[in-house]
Nanobody, 110 residues
Framework: QLVESGGGSVQPGGSLKLSCTIS????????IGWFRQVPGKERERVSC????????YYEDSVKGRFTISGDSARRTIYLQMDSLKPDDSAVYYC?????WGQGIQVTVSS
């Protein structure tokens, strides 16, 4: 099970930090990451980290603004989102293999 927290509303240029806490087994999964989706569009991968070599991926539009990190002791991953833009508004989902979180709303608006 994946449980997200930390979403909300913020003005452009602001910051939010999303958390995803993992319960249960993740063996066999290649990594864990974040996706986002807005109504009428496909879910897109935002960032992920490999369990194999800790390499990270960032979608082009978030490079330099978002940072993915993890705390293995707390079985939690984070997505630090800085310099937020209105286009970042979406429902954000944590994903590991076939497991998905419930989704959390992020709204960037003045």
């Amino acid at each position: 099970q994946l449980v997200e927290s930390g979403g909300g509303s913020v003005q452009p240029g602001g910051s939010l930090k999303l958390s995803c806490t993992i319960s249960g087994f993740t063996s066999g999964f290649l990594g864990i990451g974040w996706f986002r989706q807005v109504p009428g569009k496909e879910r897109e991968r935002v960032s992920c980290v490999s369990f194999y070599d800790d390499s990270t991926y960032y979608e082009d539009s978030v490079k330099g603004r978002f940072t993915i990190s993890g705390d293995s002791a707390r079985r939690t991953i984070y997505l630090q989102m800085d310099s937020l833009k209105p286009d970042d508004s979406a429902v954000y989902y944590c994903n590991a293999g076939s497991m998905w979180g419930q989704g959390i709303q992020v709204t960037v608006s003045s």
